[in-house]
């Protein structure tokens, strides 16, 4: 049977029993100060010895195994526990580091952007579409009915890791690789130690590791700016409604599940596909369609296909999300403009989707929504400008605003 040993207590653990061996570890906050030699021990190189520092923040060791003046002691009481909490997290973000796992996902090896771009140049239109990005699925198995959030942080991620190389340094502790929903759990955790997202992290009581509970926007938000990724939200709400509905406030379905009489109003009023509803849900579309041409000329418009920079965004709306790679217009004979949105969705199959592409059959159910299937009456999405941020500016991130557009 092949083993390996645990960074913890030094067993030798089955390989198929290893990650789940070191989680239990991890799961006993007493564990964590005495897991710092075997964290030295994993990360460091056999000589000389070094604590591997590449993802950690504001690691100081002197403030934990120096010595004070007694005369300051008092003084510097508030510090020391500030920077004994911070070498806590640290040496969690290392551990997780060292045992995340890879998320092992069916790869169109043609490149799905590449395919979908393909059939698109054969319709009569102009579609702009993001870059890179890989298709995840949720599995039966592990996560049907909640992973869907997850699922599209992958997703988003896979174009960041692969398009933007300043991203690709920071995220996931400089790994590479998209990790599995349980490694993605534990960075959320870390992320609201850290102070992000604090009205999340209270709803979720700071934990979230092992369990299927659904997430949303701003999670993926908490995620992303904990790396210094300045992750951006964008609220759709019809007018009329509180403005403080829109705010970002902690889990997405919070934000989009309403009261009983609240929801039943905006189903009769807005989910219907009304006229009213298709008009509303216009500025979602004009904001995608701006979000996808800005910066590109007029010429490049003029192509049926135009593939631009843009990361994919994460889209959210009452009970599930998806993610939107790239947005369609067709001029009618009447004058008017249809419009697509391009998306991914975790529920569908990834075979199926390159199956479609290659045989060029079938692929529009699977990618394209009109403006007529937006019956929601709230929706939000989630996108990264360029850049890293540093110091003040990171403290910045903890805090989410978001812009709000009405309908």
């Known amino acids: 049977m092949d083993c390996s040993i645990c960074p913890v207590c030094e067993n030798l653990i089955s390989i198929h029993e290893i990650e789940r061996h070191v989680n239990n570890h991890l799961e006993d906050d007493e564990v964590m100060k005495d897991m710092r030699l075997a964290q030295q021990i994993a990360l460091a190189p056999p000589s000389p010895p070094q604590i591997d520092r590449s993802c950690c923040f504001d690691w100081d060791c002197d403030s934990e195994f120096g010595g004070f003046p007694e005369s300051s002691m008092s003084r510097d009481k508030e510090t020391n526990s500030s920077n004994e909490e911070q070498t806590d997290i640290d040496l969690q973000i290392g551990c997780i580091i060292s045992v995340q796992i890879k998320e092992i996902f069916y790869k169109i090896e043609a490149g799905l952007i590449n395919m979908l771009k393909n059939c698109l140049e054969k319709e009569n239109s102009t579609s702009l579409l993001s870059g890179y990005v890989d298709h995840f699925q949720s599995i039966r198995s592990e996560d049907v009915g909640w992973g869907c959030g997850w699922r599209n942080i992958q997703m988003v991620t896979s174009h960041l890791l692969m398009e933007r190389p300043e991203a690709r340094e920071v995220l996931f502790g400089g790994t590479g690789f998209v990790p599995d929903i349980g490694s993605l759990q534990r960075w959320l955790e870390v992320a609201w130690r850290r102070g992000f997202d604090i009205v999340g992290s209270n709803s979720f009581k700071g934990k979230i590791y092992g369990s299927n509970k659904w997430i949303g926007t701003t999670e993926c938000a908490a995620i992303l700016c904990s790396f210094g990724l300045r992750a951006k939200i964008v609220d759709f709400d019809r007018k009329g409604r509180d403005k403080d509905v829109g705010r970002v406030c902690?889990?997405?379905?919070?934000?989009?599940?309403?009261?009983?009489?609240?929801?039943?109003?905006?189903?009769?009023?807005?989910?219907?596909?009304?006229?009213?509803?298709?008009?509303?849900?216009?500025?979602?579309?004009?904001?995608?369609?701006?979000?996808?041409?800005?910066?590109?000329?007029?010429?490049?418009?003029?192509?049926?296909?135009?593939?631009?920079?843009?990361?994919?965004?994460?889209?959210?709306?009452?009970?599930?999300?998806?993610?939107?790679?790239?947005?369609?217009?067709?001029?009618?004979?009447?004058?008017?403009?249809?419009?697509?949105?391009?998306?991914?969705?975790?529920?569908?199959?990834?075979?199926?989707?390159?199956?479609?592409?290659?045989?060029?059959?079938?692929?529009?159910?699977?990618?394209?929504?009109?403006?007529?299937?937006?019956?929601?009456?709230?929706?939000?999405?989630?996108?990264?400008?360029?850049?890293?941020?540093?110091?003040?500016?990171?403290?910045?991130?903890?805090?989410?605003?978001?812009?709000?557009?009405?309908?």
């Not at 010429?299 to 009970?319: C, D, I, W």
Request: net charge positive; charged share 25%.
């Open 250 to 407: 902690g889990p997405m379905d919070r934000f989009v599940v309403r009261n009983e009489i609240d929801l039943k109003e905006g189903l009769a009023k807005f989910g219907d596909g009304s006229t009213q509803n298709i008009k509303g849900n216009q500025a979602l579309i004009d904001w995608v369609w701006n979000y996808f041409s800005k910066n590109e000329s007029k010429e490049s418009l003029r192509r049926r296909v135009v593939a631009t920079n843009k990361m994919p965004l994460y889209f959210q709306h009452q009970g599930h999300s998806r993610t939107i790679i790239g947005i369609q217009v067709k001029n009618e004979k009447n004058g008017l403009k249809k419009y697509n949105l391009l998306v991914l969705d975790p529920a569908h199959n990834t075979e199926a989707l390159e199956r479609s592409l290659r045989e060029n059959f079938g692929w529009q159910k699977l990618f394209k929504r009109g403006l007529h299937t937006l019956r929601k009456p709230q929706y939000q999405l989630c996108y990264v400008d360029p850049g890293i941020a540093q110091a003040a500016e990171i403290e910045l991130l903890k805090n989410f605003t978001n812009v709000l557009v009405e309908c």
